[in-house]
């Protein structure tokens, strides 16, 4: 069956060696072997991923088929890459393989079976291979000896860097996503967050075109007791993974899921952390998670100790952790949850004037949802070494290839169905904007986010704020009153007023410029950048 499935990817010989669907063991084992890294002192496989130690936006393409020409949203995110060309890369990628020793994945991406979808993952490192079988659903011994032909093919070629001028690509590296051809290439880069982002893309294609369902890139947990369950929507390094590993709910997953018929499911089987700064204190889940069996990327581990030290930030600030949800002791292992009763939306708010939680209305969340305003925090894509403001589509731009509205249409549509609450939450700064203020206390944030899991902050007394159409709870348990109202914790107010203004006419701005057939009730519900504060 192997020869089958490596021939429906165009590998039809093949000289090296083949390891399928190794354990962890022996693929930590084979990467030791070959110097693609050491152990820590708590048994973590640590790996240096080199020059790219972040995602690659300007590397990555969708082929642009005939299939998929008139459904792609085409732009500077979903850039097309010609048939043709996509062939010549095919053919260097599949040469390349096939004279080295390979280690191939079984894998599933969606825990709920209804709706998933078998990819074959084949990789020249140990270490990739390992990623990708931590990180992805583990087909059962039943779904084994009914896989068949995968779904989709993934090559993961790290070594090969090809010639700009020779393959049409941007640089050695490249990301190419093939919908006709149900394929992924990846090359010349060996960060191994490409092989789950590629992957996910092609589910944000799937799941709402042939499913019905809303791909979302979000975290998501539940309540053991009620088995409520909510999503934290957010960029990398906004919080979704920390906020959602609470010891008081179930983790069902870190990053990515699909909202179908009442339920909520992972499209993984592990987690992919930011370990930068974290602590058995701040973040006990995480930090007790990198075992034997996790992947660390580009943490800088001490030669002698072989302790990891979490706040060297010297190689990169997105160092990374891989791990099974299993290694988080209350995950919910199955993947599955019902329809979210409650929706975060996460902002890291470098301004710092964006209330830390607010409600949003049902139009005024397909506006944030829309709008997915954030900053993009340090190392997180290659370029980025501070706070950056960015408004990414949905909370995930980078990874959607339909029409925003496609994705907004279908939020909306669900929400209202399931009478999902939903708030706004800013995890940037406060007190004045990044460099003057000061980033919002986890803490804090912790207990405004059980707050609005728990229901207890609709016993508040809202106050609207006329700048962002949003409302704003005066009280919640814990919390300092004075942190909740951002321009109270300004020294220079009129300061605050003219950077709230600005960044209310940059939302309106990115609405007119990327939404022209938004509709009229939720342009509405966003911010107004000529509302008096004061």
Not at 276 to 304: D, K, L, M, Q, Y
Not at 377 to 398: I, Q, Y
Not at 492 to 521: G, I, R, S, W
């Amino acid at each position: 069956m192997i020869q089958d499935q490596l021939a429906a990817c165009g590998m039809r010989s093949y000289k090296g060696a083949i390891l399928v669907d190794a354990s962890p063991a022996v693929l930590v084992e084979k990467a030791l072997n070959a110097n693609e890294g050491h152990l820590t002192s708590t048994g973590a496989l640590a790996v240096n991923t080199g020059r790219y130690t972040g995602r690659s936006p300007k590397d990555r393409y969708i082929v642009d088929t005939p299939d998929v020409h008139d459904k792609i949203a085409w732009g500077s995110v979903n850039t097309p890459f010609s048939p043709e060309a996509y062939a010549k890369v095919k053919t260097a990628v599949v040469n390349y393989l096939s004279v080295r020793d390979l280690f191939i994945v079984h894998a599933i991406a969606g825990a709920d079976r209804r709706w998933c979808r078998k990819f074959l993952v084949v990789c020249e490192r140990a270490s990739q291979a390992l990623f990708a079988r931590q990180l992805l659903v583990r087909p059962s011994k039943r779904q084994m000896d009914n896989y068949g032909i995968q779904d989709f093919s993934v090559l993961v070629a790290p070594g090969l860097k090809l010639n700009p001028k020779e393959y049409g690509t941007h640089s050695e590296a490249v990301i190419l996503i093939n919908f006709q051809d149900h394929e992924i290439l990846i090359a010349g880069t060996r960060y191994s967050g490409e092989i789950k982002k590629s992957i996910f893309s092609v589910m944000n294609y799937l799941m709402p075109t042939e499913e019905g369902v809303l791909p979302m890139h979000c975290s998501a947990n539940m309540d053991p007791n009620t088995g409520e369950t909510a999503v934290f929507f957010g960029l990398s390094g906004t919080g979704k993974t920390t906020l959602s590993a609470d010891p008081q709910r179930m983790l069902i997953g870190d990053d990515e899921h699909g909202w179908g018929k009442n339920s909520v499911f992972n499209f993984e089987g592990g987690c992919y952390a930011k370990a930068i700064r974290i602590s058995a204190t701040t973040e006990p889940e995480i930090f007790n998670a990198i075992r034997f069996g996790s992947i660390c990327e580009n943490v800088v581990i001490n030669p002698v100790t072989r302790k990891a030290d979490y706040f060297d930030g010297s190689l990169t600030e997105n160092t990374r952790a891989a791990y099974p949800i299993k290694y988080i002791d209350n995950a919910q292992v199955m993947g599955q949850g019902r329809y979210p009763n409650v929706v975060i939306f996460l902002t890291c708010d470098s301004f710092g004037v964006l209330p830390p939680i607010s409600r949003l209305t049902r139009e005024g969340a397909m506006y944030h949802f829309l709008s997915g305003f954030t900053s993009k925090v340090a190392g997180t894509e290659r370029g980025v070494d501070e706070p950056t403001p960015t408004f990414s589509t949905l909370f995930g731009e980078p990874f959607m290839p339909l029409s925003p509205l496609v994705y907004s249409d279908m939020f909306g549509q669900k929400i209202d169905r399931a009478g999902t609450r939903v708030y706004l939450i800013n995890t940037g700064w406060t007190g004045g904007p990044y460099g003057t203020g000061r980033r919002m206390d986890l803490g804090s944030t912790r207990l405004m986010v059980s707050a609005a899991l728990s229901g207890s902050i609709e016993e508040s007394e809202f106050v609207h704020d006329p700048v962002f159409n949003v409302d704003v709870p005066q009280s919640i348990e814990g919390v300092d009153p004075l942190v909740l109202n951002p321009r109270d914790t300004w020294a220079n107010k009129e300061a605050y007023d003219k950077t709230a203004h600005a960044l209310a006419q940059m939302f309106v701005d990115n609405a007119t410029e990327k939404y022209p057939d938004m509709a009229d009730e939720v342009r509405a519900a966003g911010p107004k950048p000529d509302a008096i504060l004061g």
